[in-house]
C-alpha cells in the first residue's frame, strides 16, 4: 500500500486559501487519492478523490502532480468551521480485497480570525 | 435517519468482560470497515470485510473479532477487553475505490 506524508500542522487566515501538500511518492497507476477531514472527533467526512487528474467540488479543489508523487488540497475561502484534522489516503482501484482504506496521522488545520 | 448507525455511542465496561459494538448501514454498500483512533492519533483499520463471506484482518486486529451477519451489518466484539482497548471506534462503509466512504459518528468504548 503506499504511503502518504503531510505536514503536521497548519495555520490559515479566515477567508484567505488553505492549501494543504500530500506526498505519496511510491503512488501505483491504479490508486486513487483521497481527502477526508475530521472534525473533533466526529466521523471523518469524504472531500474529494481524483486518480490523474485535477478535480473540483463545492467544498475543494484537489490538485494532482503530473507524475502523481503528490498533491494538494485547496480550500479556496477558509472558514472557522474548516478547523480539522485533514486526512490524505491513497486507495487502490479495482482490486478484490485490498481495498484497506489506511489512514495517516494528517495535517491538522487551524483556521484563526 | 443515519447512513451509517453505530451502537452503542458510548459504553464503560469492566476489563475481561465481551463487549460487541454494532454497526449497521442503509447505503447497500458490500464493503465495511472497523477502526479505532487513540487521542491525537489517525485511524488505524482493525477489520474488513467486503461481503458476507468475506472477513480480512487490518493493521491491528489481535484482541478483536468480527462478524458480518448482512450486507448491512458488521460487529466488532471484544472478547476479553482490556484497559488498553479503550479508544474511540468508528464503522465505515464503501461502495469500491473509485467512490466515497461513509462513516458512523463512533462509539467512545472505555475499559475500567
Known amino acids: 500500500d503506499a504511503k502518504t506524508t503531510q505536514p503536521t500542522s497548519m495555520d490559515c487566515a479566515e477567508g484567505r486559501a488553505a492549501n494543504l501538500p500530500c506526498n505519496h511518492s511510491t503512488i501505483s497507476g491504479n490508486e486513487y487519492v483521497y481527502w477526508y477531514r475530521q472534525i473533533h472527533s466526529q466521523g471523518p467526512q469524504y472531500i474529494i478523490h481524483g486518480l490523474k487528474n485535477n478535480e473540483t467540488n463545492e467544498m475543494a479543489s484537489l490538485i494532482i502532480t503530473e507524475d502523481r508523487k503528490s498533491s494538494t488540497l485547496i480550500l479556496p475561502h477558509a472558514t472557522l468551521r474548516d478547523t480539522a484534522v485533514y486526512y490524505c489516503i491513497v486507495r487502490v482501484a479495482g482490486v478484490y480485497n485490498t481495498d484497506k482504506l489506511i489512514f495517516g496521522t494528517g495535517t491538522r488545520l487551524q483556521v484563526f480570525p | 435517519d443515519a447512513d451509517v448507525t453505530q451502537t452503542p455511542r458510548n459504553r464503560i465496561t469492566k476489563t475481561g468482560k465481551r463487549i460487541m459494538l454494532e454497526c449497521s448501514q442503509t447505503?447497500?454498500?458490500?464493503?465495511m470497515y472497523w477502526y479505532r483512533q487513540d487521542p491525537g492519533l489517525g485511524l488505524r483499520l482493525i477489520y474488513y470485510?467486503?461481503?458476507?463471506?468475506?472477513?480480512n484482518k487490518g493493521e491491528i486486529s489481535d484482541g478483536y473479532s468480527v462478524s458480518r451477519q448482512a450486507q448491512a451489518k458488521f460487529s466488532l466484539s471484544l472478547e476479553s477487553a482490556i484497559p488498553n482497548q479503550t479508544a474511540l471506534y468508528f464503522c465505515a462503509t464503501s461502495g469500491g475505490s473509485n467512490t466515497e466512504a461513509f462513516f458512523g459518528q463512533g462509539t467512545r468504548l472505555t475499559v475500567v
Open positions: 447505503k447497500g454498500h458490500d464493503r
Open positions: 470485510s467486503f461481503d458476507v463471506k468475506d472477513i
